[in-house]
Every structure is written in structure tokens, then in C-alpha cells.
């Protein structure tokens, strides 16, 4: 292999596809980064198995081959050098990199060694704005359970109907769904792991239009000279819509900036080993937020719309504002049924997101 690259450009595709890089891989080939050099374009590959990541620039390709680069000291040579442009020179295993006055000597494996990347037949094709996406992922993955023992629920359901699709994540307390209206004309569904969008968004422009291929046990994301790989959870979703409802015993509206600092003031004394314990007490034109612990008390009133109806009701704090924190709207629409029901909160402005708490259930 004999080639000149931009190192800006080199760069920054190091980094697109160190996403894909493990930290605890006991696989020693898999710390590298696969590069393959032909028809003057440069290829880097990536993955950890779960995670593959391929993407492109291009370079002065004067003699093909491939190898496998440690990543992690690649990547920190990369970014140290200064020059414009890097000379790379691999024999015998050996990569001569040359940028100014700076030259280094490192030893590389061989590629047909490094896993190949999934084959993925074209199912199901679906395109996204990344704009899109980064919303979705905004506003579900912080919803997922941590609780490897329920594989599924580390995921994002993708329930794709024929003119929208519904992206879910839940982990037994709480539930977040966007819906996106999009014209698929197709019926199906998939368990993306939380992990993969996370990475994912961290690589994506803002303008970039996302094509995502579905296949039986994997998903792809190509978007400009990148395309990313993720496999898929398998396994029975939870039966989420059996939780919406759309009759509520009481639906306020609230200023969702007094409703967040009010519940983040309540938290202060709500203790984690009392499941961070507020309580609800829902009042004509009002919502009384409580909270106490062997420090002291706090007592919260914030301004809704009229309610008819009363209510006590208790929660985890955590959980209301993880849900609250991400919305963008002024006000917000709090939904409740009864003091055993999931709160469903909605943005008054837009329908398209739906966050649901499970109350905490009060002794006596």
C-alpha cells in the first residue's frame, strides 16, 4: 500500500468509525481499524461485532492493498500531526507514515484476518432526515432499561406501520414514544439496541438524509461516503399501546418551565432510598408538589388550567423530569386517570411524543 491522504479528512473519519471500537474486546484484531486503499479511495472498517461502521474518503492511491491499524494509536498520531498531508507506506506489514518532519514506524495485521460485514439484503428501505433522527434518539433512548436480563427493553422498538412509525422505549417505570409521519406502505417491526442509536447521532450531520435497510437480524444507516451497521435485539416487544388511553379523569395544562424547576425543587429532599418520593395533589386551578425526608419538607404550587376533579397521586421524581427536561414546548399537557395509573404527558403544540410514569403506589 502506497497512498497520500489529507489528514483533516483522515481524521475525521477515524473518528466516524472508532465508534465502532470496543474497549473491552478480548479479540486482539478487533482494536484495529481495517484500511483498504484502491481506485484512489481510501476504506476504513470498523466494528465490534455488534457495531460495524465503513466509510470512505478520498486519497492518491499509488499502490493498493489492505491492513489492520491499532486504533487508538492511530487515531492519536493522526490527530498530532500537523502537515496537510500524510504519506503512508505499508511493507511486509510494516506502515511507514510520513507527515512534515514527522515519520513513525508501526506494525500492522493482516486484513484477511478482520470479520467480514454483515450481508444485509434490502427488505425493508426507509429514508430519514438526520434531523429526524436526532430527535428520536432525543427523546427515546434515555428511556431504555438497563437491566441486561431483559435484553429487549435495552432497545428501541421500531414499530413501522404504513403511514408512520413509532419508535418506543420503555424499562418498566416509564415509556417514551415519538411517532413519525412518514409514508413506508410496509408493515414491520425491530428492536434497535439503545448503544447503536447513541453512537450513531454522534457521527451524523444535520443535513444529512439517512437511508436505513432492514434486514432479518440487522439494520444499516448509509448517509454521505458512511455506512453504519447494527444488529438487532431479538425477542417479544411489550404490548405498548394496551397503556394509551384516550380518555383521562383529569387533563391540565401546565407552564412546563414552573412545572420542571417545581418538581427539580421537590427532588432536593426526596431521598433515592424512598424511590426520590413526590407527591401529586391535584386542585381546582392548581398542582400541590410535595416532598419530605428527615432533613426537612418542601412544599410546590404551580398554575394549571382548571380541573374539575381532584387528585392525590405520588411518583419517583427522576422519572417526571427525565421525561420533562427533553420537551420543547411552553406548555404541557399532564393526563391522569387515577392515583394507580400512568401519568401521560404530551406537549400541547405537538402530538407526536407521548412520556408515561407509573405512579408510586402509597402505603394505607
Do not use: W
Amino acid at each position: 500500500m502506497l497512498i497520500k491522504v489529507n489528514r483533516k479528512e483522515l481524521t475525521k473519519h477515524i473518528s466516524i468509525v472508532q465508534k465502532a471500537i470496543s474497549q473491552r474486546t478480548t479479540m486482539q484484531i478487533l482494536e484495529g481499524i481495517k484500511m483498504s486503499a484502491k481506485d484512489n479511495t481510501l476504506i476504513l472498517t470498523a466494528t465490534d461485532t455488534e457495531i460495524s461502521i465503513k466509510t470512505k474518503l478520498n486519497a492518491i492511491v499509488e499502490r493498493e492493498g489492505e491492513i489492520v491499524i491499532n486504533s487508538r494509536l492511530f487515531g492519536d498520531i493522526v490527530r498530532k500531526l500537523e502537515n496537510d498531508i500524510i504519506n503512508i507506506n505499508v511493507e511486509n506489514y510494516i506502515m511507514n507514515l510520513k507527515c512534515g518532519d514527522s515519520i513513525f514506524n508501526l506494525s500492522t495485521q493482516k486484513a484477511d484476518e478482520y470479520p467480514d460485514l454483515p450481508n444485509v439484503e434490502e427488505e425493508t428501505k426507509i429514508n430519514i432526515s438526520s434531523k429526524d433522527l436526532k430527535n428520536i434518539v432525543k427523546k427515546t433512548t434515555f428511556a431504555v432499561s438497563n437491566d441486561e436480563s431483559r435484553i429487549v427493553f435495552t432497545g428501541v422498538f421500531m414499530d413501522i406501520r404504513k403511514n408512520y412509525i413509532n419508535f418506543v422505549a420503555l424499562d418498566g417505570f416509564r415509556m417514551a414514544i415519538q411517532k413519525l409521519e412518514k409514508e413506508t406502505g410496509i408493515e414491520n417491526s425491530v428492536i434497535i439496541p439503545s448503544r447503536s442509536l447513541n453512537e450513531l447521532v454522534k457521527i451524523i450531520d444535520d443535513e444529512n438524509e439517512i437511508t436505513l435497510n432492514i434486514s432479518r437480524n440487522n439494520i444499516v444507516f448509509k448517509f454521505d461516503d458512511t455506512v453504519f451497521y447494527s444488529t438487532l435485539l431479538s425477542g417479544e416487544f411489550f404490548s405498548y399501546k394496551a397503556l394509551l388511553r384516550d380518555e383521562h379523569k383529569i387533563s391540565t395544562n401546565v407552564s412546563k418551565k414552573e412545572f420542571q424547576l417545581a418538581v427539580e425543587r421537590a427532588s432536593l429532599l426526596a431521598r433515592e432510598d424512598r424511590a426520590n418520593l413526590i407527591k401529586l395533589n391535584i386542585r381546582d386551578k392548581y398542582i400541590n408538589i410535595k416532598s419530605n425526608s428527615e432533613i426537612g419538607d418542601v412544599f410546590e404550587k404551580v398554575k394549571t388550567s382548571e380541573n374539575e376533579e381532584e387528585l392525590d397521586i405520588a411518583f419517583n421524581s427522576r422519572y417526571i423530569l427525565d421525561g420533562v427536561k427533553i420537551l420543547e414546548s411552553e406548555e404541557i399537557t399532564l393526563n391522569f386517570t387515577d392515583s394507580v395509573n400512568p401519568l401521560i404527558i404530551t406537549e400541547s403544540d405537538d402530538d407526536s411524543y407521548i412520556y408515561l410514569v407509573l405512579p408510586v403506589r402509597l402505603a394505607g
